[in-house]
């Protein structure tokens, strides 16, 4: 949990949310990432994170830029990258279990 809230929700918020939260303007892909069941369920290109499977997940092929490139703009450091494959493959703990508000 701890793993979570402090290397992976801080790159959500910061990074994704703009276009994949229920605070969007317009949802990008059909994908939320701002609450558990949804970053799980995944969008229009299936599901973002399988957890305990980091090559399984579409959310680290886009991290890394392989296909698809989110954020868009650039690609995030190594490092965190790695974070999102270590939090993956460790089950995705994720305590968030409904929309988060505006954060």
């Given at each position: 949990m701890d793993f979570?809230?402090?290397k992976i929700r801080p790159?959500?918020?910061q990074h994704c949310?703009?276009?994949h939260s229920a605070q969007a303007k317009e949802v990008k892909g059909g994908l939320l990432v701002d609450h558990r069941d949804a970053i799980r369920h995944g969008g229009d290109s299936g599901p973002a994170?399988?957890?305990?499977n980091a090559a399984g997940s579409l959310l680290v092929t886009a991290l890394?830029?392989?296909?698809?490139n989110m954020p868009p703009d650039e690609r995030?450091?190594?490092?965190?990258?790695?974070?999102?494959?270590?939090?993956?493959e460790a089950g995705a703990v994720d305590p968030r279990d409904a929309?988060?508000?505006a954060e």
């Open positions: 979570f809230e402090k790159v959500l918020v949310y703009q276009c994170v399988v957890p305990g890394r830029h392989d296909g698809i995030l450091p190594d490092r965190v990258v790695a974070d999102f494959e270590a939090w993956i929309p988060a508000s």
